[in-house]
């Protein structure tokens, strides 16, 4: 199976290669150059894949052969997978079609035999998976041809023997799975097509073999490694077995289940070996009897877990001498087994002793005496009575011993006295975690430790420190007190003092009520601090006695803070002061609501923030908006969100355009209020009407200002709009005159001819005709009827001409006018006429009275509209505002008469 698996692999590297998933019209899944049609009850191959993938993956479907002519429109493949179907045989011409194809799996098929024209020109495969059929025999040389294959896998069939060929073959083959089968016996020739091969690994396993011929595997170029697994190994197969290796190339020998009794000549035959590897484990061994691996001084690694050895003594791994790695988990008895001293003297080589899961009577003055390279031992999870108390003497064994890691956990270890690991001046780590230690740590208990960097010590009952507890440990760098039951570290000095070079504290779950301001202050090298699941709460409120407690302050290298489960209502202002390089912080699951608006604003490296499991109804701008800047994940789920515009328009729309990790949005952020959007997701949040309020301040006294300004223009306007006018009129004209010049215009006699109702003339008489008497710069010239008129002619003629004479023609607008038919027929109609025959533009109208414009249209068939704005004027109520009247009139006067 284990080659099954590269299958699996070589697919992911044609996969990774690819990006952009799309489906043919067979369903087939087609990723760059994959096809992937599993699973479709296929009963033929489809034919309107992509020409140029590499890899078709037909497994789990119901096809019945491999049709050649189909598959001939995909030349291009190197990977065929075509398992689990019910195919019976496949086309001669198959591989003649698909010239590159180099691993075919036909695996849990319904073949019964193998015919040597089948892979006739499969010249390029390197993998071929036949296991999970019904062959029972291989005849002729169905695999002369397979010059490339390096792996061929045929276990789980119903093949009676081992013999693949007849004829020298497969030069290439690395990997041969011949297990699962129905092989008895081994015999002489069976190997002989291998014989120029030079094979990495035979699996035989869980075949019923009753018979190694000997030199079975001497045919063999060259076998690296031999699995027999599961196979019942008794006292004599067994020494044929190793007869048959003997004087063979045989590195790795795995005899895992298979009843195997260890006797001192068990062996002996691979003394003529060079084997480094042998794996004993699941033999249910009770006793090894003496000096039976004296035949194997070249082993490297031996594996003797999940057995029952009662007795380990002086003789049982004598002649190991070359041994690194020496594995015995649960390879002891289940009660308590004894280790004679001395027992692994001759172990001068070892590396690592595993002695996991052991019930172990005692450990001896001598016990580890003669391990002079062991580095790594484990006892995790050992049974050993007077390990309960470790004194200075329990180690003393291992004083030759450059040991680097230490696994005591779970070893049931109650107390420490001083000096217990004196004897390791090059041990780095020390687990003694998960055990029931209940003391206070003086500090002697860690003397003699120079160069431990990691001290594991959560998950005990109760320790107590003190100022001393690690001060023959500077070099510490990793010390994890979890779950220990520290109630307090209010102590001075701190316990930390004297470990500078620490990056990882762990103090989480102990329940912590009390922390001293300072005590982390030496710790300058700190990356992670774990606080979660304390009590810290009080000491960040600001009713606390002497104001908040900011034990954070000076941890400048702090990268990862936990302070989750603390019952944090409140934090303050200079709660990360100072931590620059934070990137990961966990607040998640406290009481926090309110937030200070500067509390974050230290958190400039900040990439990951979980705060979910709180209290917050509101994310302002003012708080997060800096913070969430360089986020790359936030947890902010499960927290009562207010989902009004001034609580969350700001967050909505940070989320509609971060590109953030945000797990869990659509699902665990959810609204609490109003009742309108409870229980909705708070991206379902409609910020559109937010959009107008927005609270941006800079907008906000912008347009408040233009609104004011605004108001105020429209009040002086409306009240002193006039006496602006007036003034910026006398401006003007002062500068400009009042006249403008139109040099096509002819000279006139009069300014302005006068129209109005007869009893009109006083105000006429009153207000126009004292403009005539001003200085010489601004004096008009007016021609009335009653004053200026010709003699001699008639007065219809008179009135035509006086018309015709003067610049402007003012109309004096009352109800009096509208009523006056000789104003009305005669006067108006003839002044309209010269003014269209001349185009000119020349008529003022001064109304005394509101006439409407409807009114004035009926009666004299004049509209406002006809006439320039500045030469409609009207008669101001007020006696103030007549200077302004006059002013504007002398405007009108003044314009041109041209035609806009």
């Not at 969350?648 to 797990?663: E, Q």
């Not at 003034?727 to 215009?745: C, L, M, P, T």
């Not at 001409?801 to 402007?808: D, E």
């Not at 000119?840 to 006809?866: A, E, T, V």
Request: neutral net charge; hydrophobic residues 40%.
């Amino acid at each position: 199976m284990k080659m099954y698996f590269q299958t699996i692999i070589l697919y992911f590297k044609f996969a990774i290669l690819y990006h952009g998933a799309t489906a043919s019209g067979t369903q087939c899944k087609i990723q760059g150059l994959v096809a992937d049609c599993r699973h479709l009850k296929l009963s033929s191959i489809p034919s309107d894949l992509p020409v140029n993938i590499t890899v078709l993956n037909l497994s789990h479907n119901q096809l019945k052969h491999l049709s050649a002519s189909t598959l001939s429109q995909y030349s291009q493949l190197q990977v065929l997978d075509a398992g689990y179907n019910v195919i019976t045989k496949i086309e001669e011409n198959l591989c003649r079609v698909l010239p590159f194809l180099q691993m075919l799996g036909l695996e849990h098929n319904q073949f019964s035999h193998l015919s040597v024209h089948y892979f006739s020109y499969c010249s390029n495969l390197t993998e071929l998976y036949i296991q999970f059929n019904r062959i029972k025999e291989i005849t002729g040389n169905p695999f002369t041809n397979l010059q490339e294959l390096t792996v061929l896998d045929v276990s789980h069939n119903k093949l009676v023997s081992a013999k693949l060929g007849t004829e020298l073959q497969l030069q290439k083959l690395q990997r041969l799975a011949l297990s699962a089968n129905k092989i008895t016996q081994l015999k002489n020739d069976d190997f002989d097509f291998l014989n120029s091969s030079t094979l990495y690994q035979l699996d035989l396993s869980s075949n019923s073999i009753t018979e190694f011929e000997f030199g079975c595997f001497h045919k063999i170029g060259s076998l690296h490694r031999l699995l027999l697994d599961n196979v019942v190994l008794r006292s004599t197969l067994a020494k044929q077995l190793c007869a048959a290796l003997s004087q063979t190339d045989i590195a790795e020998l795995f005899l895992r289940n298979t009843h195997l009794k260890i006797q001192n000549s068990t062996f002996v035959e691979l003394s003529k070996t060079n084997l480094t590897t042998l794996d004993l484990s699941n033999n249910k061994l009770t006793t090894v009897q003496a000096n039976s691996f004296q035949w194997l001084h070249r082993l490297e690694y031996l594996q003797l877990e999940n057995n029952s050895i009662q007795h380990v003594t002086p003789k049982t791994f004598a002649g190991l001498e070359n041994l690194r790695y020496l594995n015995l988990k649960k390879g002891l008895s289940q009660v308590e087994s004894l280790i004679d001293d001395y027992s692994f003297q001759e172990l001068g080589n070892l590396v690592v002793l595993n002695l996991e899961d052991n019930n172990i009577a005692s450990i001896r003055a001598h016990t580890f005496s003669g391990l002079r390279s062991l580095k790594y031992l484990s006892l995790y999870k050992s049974s050993i009575v007077d390990l309960k108390t470790i004194s200075n003497k329990t180690f003393v064994s291992l004083a030759e011993s450059p040991l680097v890691n230490l696994n005591l956990t779970k070893t049931k270890i109650s107390k420490l006295q001083p000096g217990a690991f004196s004897w390791f001046k090059k041990l780095k780590k020390l687990d003694i975690g998960l055990n029931s230690i209940s003391q206070m740590l003086t500090g002697e208990e860690f003397r003699g430790l120079s160069e431990i960097e990691v001290i594991y010590l959560s998950y005990n009952m109760k320790l107590i420190l003190s100022s001393s507890s690690f001060m023959h440990v500077p070099s510490l760098k990793i010390l994890m007190l979890s779950k220990s039951a520290i109630a307090s570290l209010n102590i001075q000095p701190s316990p930390f003092d004297c470990i500078k070079n620490l990056t990882v504290l762990d103090l989480s779950n102990n329940n912590l009520a009390n922390l001293d301001k300072d005590v982390f202050r030496e710790l300058r090298q700190l990356q992670v601090l774990k606080l979660q699941h304390n009590n810290l709460a009080r000491l960040w409120k600001s009713v606390n006695p002497g104001g908040p407690v900011l034990y954070l302050s000076g941890l400048k290298e702090l990268q990862i803070l936990d302070l989750q489960s603390n019952g944090l209502d409140e934090l303050p202002d200079k709660a990360f002061q100072g931590l620059y390089k934070l990137s990961n912080l966990d607040l998640s699951m406290n009481n926090l609501n309110f937030l200070p608006d500067v509390v974050f604003n230290d958190l400039k490296s900040l990439k990951s923030l979980h705060i979910q499991k709180n209290l917050i109804t509101s994310v302002e701008k003012d708080v997060f908006s800096q913070l969430f800047s360089n986020l790359t994940v936030l947890y902010m789920g499960f927290n009562p969100f207010d989902c009004t515009c001034e609580s969350i328009f700001w967050f909505v729309t940070w989320l509609n355009k971060t590109n953030s990790s945000i797990p869990g949005l659509n699902t665990q952020y959810m609204c609490n209020t109003p009742p309108s959007y409870h229980n909705h997701s708070v991206v379902a949040f409609d910020i559109s009407p937010c959009k107008d309020v927005a609270p941006f301040k800079d907008a906000f006294v912008i347009s408040s200002s233009i609104i004011l300004l605004l108001i105020f223009t429209v009040f002086l306007i409306h009240f002193r709009g006039w006496w602006l006018e007036f003034y910026w009129n006398i401006s003007v004209n002062r500068i400009f005159g009042f006249k403008e010049i139109d040099h096509q215009e002819a000279q006139f006699q009069f300014d302005a001819y006068i129209i109005h109702a007869k009893n009109d003339i006083n105000w006429v008489n009153k207000y126009l005709l004292p403009l005539e008497q001003q200085d010489q710069k601004t004096m008009f010239q007016f021609c009335l009827e009653e004053r200026d008129s010709e003699v001699g002619i008639s007065e219809l003629e008179s009135i035509v001409n006086s018309i015709s004479q003067s610049r402007k023609i003012i109309f004096v607008m009352t109800q009096e006018l509208l009523k006056d038919p000789w104003c009305r027929r005669f006067k108006v109609h003839q002044a309209m006429q010269q003014v269209i025959q001349q185009s000119r533009d020349s008529i003022i109208l001064i109304f005394l009275q509101d006439i409407p414009d409807y009114k004035l249209h009926q009666m004299l068939c004049l509209r406002r509209g006809m006439f320039k704005s500045h030469c409609i004027l009207t008669w101001p109520a007020q006696s103030e505002r007549i200077p302004a009247f006059h002013q504007k009139l002398k405007v009108a006067l003044g314009s041109t008469n041209r035609v806009q």
